[in-house]
């Protein structure tokens, strides 16, 4: 039986959006030609609001000018999905992932998403997918975002996960398109802040298990 492939995971702590993507875009050429093993950047993002290539102007519902008057950048992105907001609180995974021998678009973002509901359940929290919709829900609203791009088969964007985020900057947005939904968080749904840092663990653990890989922790250096 082959040995599962190797995956690096690393904490970044607070990274700039911006820098992140650049991160991103160096591993996607190291993973495509075979210079650097599958990574899962895990992280959190100060304030800021992302538009995916489906995004709609009408989603956006303060002006960037106001927004950035506050101190809060919107950028667009070429991941799938519509806007949404990253900020302290939040778990960000942007795993970079060659899908050639693995599977499939589809079968990535599916297994994603059980990820996420496999560690929401570590922690006695409900949650499920929707049928027609992406991301990770529970019966008190959408707890998780998935946007992906793939590259030359190389996967990379991700997932965010309301851990203890502040659900009072999604009144700027229409979270991903959806109009008829309220947003939720592991703090609410358990009635008290999470540790995070377990969240980071319980996850890294259920991303080896859905995604057939053997994750070795990586240092925070391999970055600079």
Not at 96 to 101: A, G, P, Q, S, T
Not at 137 to 166: C, M, Q
């Amino acid at each position: 039986m082959p040995r599962p492939e190797f995956c690096r995971f690393v904490w970044l702590g607070t990274v700039e959006y911006l820098a992140a993507r650049a991160l991103q875009d160096s591993l996607v050429e190291q993973v495509h030609n075979g210079d650097s093993p599958a990574t899962l950047l895990l992280l959190e993002h100060p304030h800021v609001y992302t538009r995916g290539r489906l995004s709609r102007d009408e989603h956006l519902l303060s002006s960037e000018a106001e927004l950035a008057a506050s101190g809060i950048p919107v950028y667009e992105t070429d991941r799938g999905g519509q806007i949404t907001y990253h900020g302290p609180g939040q778990l960000v995974g942007y795993p970079i992932v060659n899908l050639r021998d693995w599977g499939g678009p589809l079968k990535y973002v599916r297994t994603l998403e059980q990820v996420i509901v496999d560690t929401l359940g570590d922690f006695g929290i409900d949650a499920h997918t929707e049928q027609g919709l992406t991301g990770v829900w529970t019966p008190g609203g959408k707890i998780a975002a998935i946007g992906v791009k793939i590259a030359r088969g190389v996967a990379f964007h991700g997932f965010a996960i309301n851990i203890n985020t502040d659900l009072s900057n999604y009144r700027h947005i229409v979270p991903c398109g959806i109009t008829d939904r309220p947003v939720t968080s592991m703090a609410v749904e358990l009635g008290e802040d999470t540790d995070a840092e377990a969240v980071r663990y319980s996850l890294v653990y259920r991303f080896a298990r859905n995604m057939g890989m053997r994750m070795v922790e990586g240092s925070p250096e391999f970055v600079s």
